[in-house]
């Protein structure tokens, strides 16, 4: 067996679209096909089986004979027996096909349907109407008139949902007796179900086949599971310390109020007149090329411009330059950037990093609080880190220090939540894990985004406000 | 004339005061800047302190501006672009000393009398004048008038740390003090605390001492193991290298970047975590050798304790100042004439580790630097917490400086006392340390110990950890390094 899809483009009855499918499977892999809920894992392990119409592109090399099990097959095949009720005469009670009928179509093996049956404890069902079984005994059926069809490629798709932990067992035991002879793909939600013959995993988002990973490959395996744990778990952003709260600010009042603001270097203007407000619970992307003055602008807001001083300038309730502290600004910002990151080289453990967000220092000074260890806790649970508590900060790899410093921005809930170029050096994965984090963020909380990034790919949802600077020729100044 | 302040005191006061050193909690700053708000504060001088200082105190709310003499203004010197460009007002003394209710001294020591004579006649009556160091009250014996207070603010680092640290959320140790002859109102501690919390000072400790001891403290620490011994050091074991055939950019590296690389270690675990780095026998041997430097040293080390004490020192600097600096110019030309510092680092790669074994010679230097230092200053009347601030932590933080740029980098960045007194200890310790270098090979500096057997005497190595471990710079510092551990957790 050797299935080839290049560029492929189907569509499922206008209701959903797999777009530029690249995928190559042979008979000595297993596969996984992962994803979130709609992101579209189980129409591409359905196009192995025949489903679904090409728009473009080409699929070669599918075996004749493929087991399909999955709840859609289950559902039709339950909506046909329904239909067939419908047809019958009124006045004659519709028994519906018994299940022995459905688990042998006609050519599969007697002998090993009786085996299976026994093994899935179903001897008692046989001669019941399919259509009046339960859910899981459908479920059941389904497998095994798929296992005993001798297929050339076995399709399950969430083949262990709503098993009991006695068949599910028993299942996965069977299964691996098969891997010599059958190719499997399997669409399966949770890591921790993975199958241990399982030899690669597809990783699908929003239609598209994002990732295939040779599980061998450990890092890009971790970081896989950590994506998916981010864009499948319910965990919602963790609160925050009522103590360290940040004063509430007048909801009248903008976030951010910017009037003629002027920046110069070296008598050099690089920002000219500009007025900018930023609202509550307005989202904003800023972008501009290099040398546009796009730091220069975040680092006005933030008051580690020294020229916030001679400007108009009122951030927070506070006008710039009237008595007030930096600590007392950046108490509303979460603030995360490359620069951050590489100024940020110390041993501190991940979880006293996040809680530096609480004081905004770079390092941790102060006692933690139970209270905040706690948050920090969950902040790590969420990211998947939380068997790393303890681990120096500088020993994480780049991403996952990305993915760390944008919790420490967030532990304290900012009104405000500054990303400078979060996605900056990062790879395909990491970024899509940073962007993953960013829309939890964006939809779970009241934090404005402001959101800092040259790369239109990158979009956030949930963005409804642009700024775009553009770079002044010296002469201009 | 100039009038020695200190030695006008009776002997008890003169050891009162030399004593007083205490080291603050956290905990009794809960005022913040309280006593400097609603103030005007003047800066004058926009060097290292001076724009660091500057910036701390505006981003914790205060009201800065700079006032600088009239050169520096015509000519947008270097001070004038760095306050404007950050956004400060900068004036004329008359322009603005007279609206000030703080004015900040952070010109160089050396100008501090005639800038002092041109400003007292412009400041507000009973306003407050500040210094980072007290060498102008305490040796020149400046008189101020009955209606302003004096403090001092001194950050014991390089200007550009109190400036990294405070944006990083922390700060540097800070020592505070109040001119007691000069506090009319009684205002002069909550200021000076008021200003430490706007520097950052507070979250990295506070010491609450005197200006006398401050002066007399600084002034020893800085000439004999932070910048003397380091240049002395430097030049000996550059010139022994190169005469025991060792590659000149080898030699040249290894000292430059040595001192950064022992003294880190020093920075983390004090002079008994620095000699554990080294093997067992190249540990008995530093030890070994810094014994005998501490025999040799100890009278030079002395006598720089009692010139700075009586006056001597500051009275022969003075001289040199009213003699345009002939001496200070002369040794820093003859500096920078020197091998090494003519010699560039050579492009070889050296590691961590290899500094400590085929620097053993420098790790003795260190450590009977640090230990000598501190002994005499305690010997002295002065605090040991003091003596370790003015010792052992700062070592490192000079140590970096020679790793930028070599001696002239260290004596660049260190005021011009420093710098004076730095050639007066290494004028004196380079015929002193002479027959000492005769017998040095390479084995402990240049190529490190050459043992086929590494083992050592029980007895002896259990002697030479027992008695590393017994000197009182280290319970000090197992002391004042963990008030910082506790406050930052990354040193
Ligand atoms: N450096 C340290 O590590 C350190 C640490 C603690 C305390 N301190 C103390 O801080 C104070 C300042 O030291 P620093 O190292 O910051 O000095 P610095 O970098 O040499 O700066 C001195 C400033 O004063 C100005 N200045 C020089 N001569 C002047 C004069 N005659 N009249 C008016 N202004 C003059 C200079 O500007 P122009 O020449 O352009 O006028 C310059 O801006 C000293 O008391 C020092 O002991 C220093």
């Not at chain 1, 009124?90 to 009928?101: Q, S, Y």
């Not at chain 1, 979009?459 to 770079?471: D, P, Q, T, V």
């Not at chain 2, 050639?423 to 380079?430: D, E, F, I, K």
């Not at chain 2, 090979?441 to 590393?468: F, H, M, P, S, Y």
């Amino acid at each position: 067996m050797n299935i080839h899809l290049d560029n492929l483009t189907v569509n499922f009855d206008d209701r959903f679209q797999l777009d530029e499918i690249n995928w190559q499977l042979n008979s000595s892999q297993h596969w996984v096909v992962t994803g979130a809920n709609g992101s579209g894992k189980s129409a591409l392990a359905a196009i192995l089986a025949g489903a679904g119409e090409n728009l473009s592109g080409s699929i070669e090399g599918l075996p004749a004979k493929v087991g399909l099990v999955s709840f859609e097959a289950q559902a039709e095949l339950i909506e046909a027996e329904l239909k067939k009720d419908d047809a019958d005469i009124m006045d004659v009670i519709a028994e519906g096909t018994p299940v022995h009928e459905i688990l042998n179509p006609g050519d599969s093996n007697q002998q090993l349907i009786d085996e299976l049956v026994e093994k899935f404890q179903l001897q008692s069902l046989v001669d019941r109407a399919f259509r009046k079984l339960s859910t899981g005994e459908s479920r059941k059926v389904m497998l095994i008139r798929a296992l005993a069809s001798e297929p050339d490629l076995l399709v399950l798709d969430e083949p262990f949902d709503g098993l009991d932990a006695h068949t599910l067992e028993m299942l996965q035991q069977y299964l691996a007796t098969l891997i010599e002879t059958v190719p499997m793909v399997m669409v399966l939600n949770r890591f921790d179900e993975f199958p241990d013959f399982i030899t690669h995993i597809a990783y699908v988002d929003n239609g598209r086949l994002q990732h295939r990973i040779d599980r061998s490959d450990t890092k890009a395996y971790n970081e896989l599971y950590q994506l998916l744990h981010l864009k499948t778990t319910d965990l919602a952003v963790p609160t925050t310390d009522p103590e360290t709260a940040i004063p509430t600010l007048d909801p009248t009042q903008p976030l951010v109020r910017l009037s003629s603001l002027n920046i110069t270097y070296d008598g050099h203007k690089i920002i000219d007149s500009l007025d900018w407000t930023i609202e509550r619970n307005q989202h904003w992307q800023l972008s501009g090329p290099n040398g546009s003055g796009k730091t220069g602008l975040l680092s006005i807001i933030t008051g580690d411009h020294p020229q916030c001083y001679v400007n108009d300038i009122f951030v927070f309730g506070f006008k710039r330059g009237s008595g007030e502290s930096i600590w007392q600004i950046k108490q509303f910002i979460g603030y995360v950037s490359t620069a951050l990151q590489w100024e940020y080289k110390v041993g501190t453990g991940l979880r006293n990093v996040i809680i530096s967000g609480f004081y905004d220092s770079i390092g941790l000074y102060t006692k933690a609080t139970d209270r905040q260890k706690q948050i920090a806790d969950e902040w790590l649970a969420l990211l998947g880190m939380s068997d790393r508590a303890d681990t120096p900060f500088n020993k994480l790899s780049y991403g996952d220090q990305r993915l760390l410093l944008i919790a420490r921005a967030m532990v304290k809930h900012p009104p405000l939540l500054i990303l400078d170029e979060p996605c900056l050096g990062l790879d395909d994965m990491n970024r899509q894990l940073v962007l993953a984090l960013i829309e939890k963020i964006c939809a779970g909380s009241e934090t404005s985004v402001l959101y800092v990034n040259h790369h239109p790919e990158d979009k956030i949802k949930g963005i409804e406000n642009y700024l775009a600077l553009e770079k002044r020729e010296p002469d201009n100044s | 004339m100039s009038n020695n302040y200190f030695n006008t005191l009776p002997l008890r006061e003169q050891l009162e005061q030399l004593a007083k050193c205490r080291f603050m909690d956290i905990s009794e700053f809960p005022d913040g800047v309280e006593a400097l708000k609603g103030k005007k504060i003047v800066v004058i001088g926009c060097g290292a302190q001076g724009l660091a200082q500057g910036m701390n105190l505006r981003d914790s709310g205060c009201d800065v501006s700079y006032t600088l003499r009239q050169t520096a203004i015509d000519e947008k010197r270097q001070s004038w672009k760095s306050a404007t460009e950050n956004g400060f007002v900068v004036g004329t003394y008359e322009e603005l000393i007279p609206t000030a209710d703080v004015v900040l001294n952070l010109t160089p020591d050396k100008q501090h009398t005639p800038v002092v004579n041109a400003v007292m006649p412009l400041m507000k009556e009973g306003a407050c004048l500040s210094y980072s160091h007290g060498f102008n009250i305490v040796e020149e014996g400046m008189q101020i008038r009955d209606d302003l207070t004096v403090i001092m603010v001194a950050p014991k680092c390089p200007g550009s740390e109190v400036r990294n640290e405070y944006v990083r959320g922390f700060g540097v140790p800070t020592l505070i003090a109040v001119h007691e002859d000069n506090d009319p109102k009684g205002e002069g501690l909550a200021l000076a605390k008021a200003y430490a919390v706007g520097t950052g000072g507070h979250k990295a400790g506070v010491l609450m001492s005197s200006f006398i001891a401050e002066v007399k403290s600084d002034l020893m620490g800085e000439q004999t193991i932070l910048c003397g011994m380091l240049q002395t050091g430097s030049l000996l074991c550059f010139d022994k290298m190169v005469e025991e055939g060792i590659e000149p950019g080898y030699a040249s590296k290894l000292i430059q970047f040595g001192w950064e690389t022992v003294t880190e270690a020093l920075k983390y675990g004090g002079v008994t975590n620095m000699l554990d780095r080294l093997s067992n026998p190249a540990k008995i041997k530093a030890y070994d050798l810094s014994e005998e430097l501490k025999v040799i040293m100890r009278p030079l080390y002395n006598k720089h304790q009692d010139d700075i004490i009586d006056g001597t020192f500051s009275r022969t600097m003075m001289e040199d100042w009213a003699n345009d600096d002939v001496n200070l110019l002369g040794w820093r030309a003859e500096t920078a004439e020197t091998a090494f510092e003519k010699t560039p680092a050579g492009d070889v790669e050296i590691s961590e580790q290899e500094y400590f074994d085929n620097g053993i010679l420098m790790v003795a230097m260190v450590k009977a630097g640090v230990e000598l230092a501190f002994e005499t200053m305690t010997a002295a009347g002065i605090i040991a917490d003091s003596a370790y601030y003015e010792s052992l932590h700062e070592t490192p933080l000079i140590a970096n400086t020679i790793a930028r740029k070599k001696l002239y980098e260290m004596n660049a960045t260190i005021s011009d006392t420093a710098e004076y007194g730095c050639y007066l200890y290494n004028h004196a310790c380079l015929p002193l340390l002479a027959d000492f270098m005769k017998d040095i090979k390479t084995d402990v500096i240049g190529k490190g110990l050459d043992l086929e057997d590494t083992g050592v005497d029980n007895a002896r190595l259990i002697e030479v950890n027992a008695a590393l471990r017994a000197h009182p710079v280290e319970a000090i510092g197992t002391t004042l390094r963990g008030h910082m551990a506790d406050m930052k957790k990354i040193v």
